[in-house]
C-alpha cells in the first residue's frame, strides 16, 4: 500500500509513521511506500506544492505553478 499525509500546525515529524519517509522540502509531510524518484516538492516562504507519483511537469514547471498554488490559497 502507497499513501502519503502531512500535518498542519505545531506538530512535526514526531508523528511520522513507521516506514514513513519525509518529504524533502515540505516539514511534516511525509509518504510510505512511494519511491523517492516519484515524490518532488517545491516551496516558497509558506507556499509548497508536492507531487506524488507519476508526473510529466519538470521542477522548472512546478516552480512556476506555485503562484496558482498561492492564488487558491487566497493570497496567505
Do not use: F, N
Amino acid at each position: 500500500m502507497r499513501w502519503s499525509a502531512g500535518w498542519y500546525g505545531g506538530t512535526g515529524h514526531d508523528r511520522m509513521p513507521a516506514g514513513g519517509r519525509a518529504v524533502s522540502g515540505l516539514d511534516r509531510t511525509w509518504t510510505v511506500g512511494w519511491l523517492a524518484a516519484r515524490v518532488r516538492a517545491v516551496g516558497q516562504g509558506p507556499v509548497a506544492l508536492a507531487v506524488i507519483g507519476e508526473c510529466g511537469a519538470g521542477d522548472d514547471q512546478l516552480e512556476r505553478a506555485l503562484s496558482a498554488v498561492r492564488a487558491k490559497g487566497g493570497g496567505r
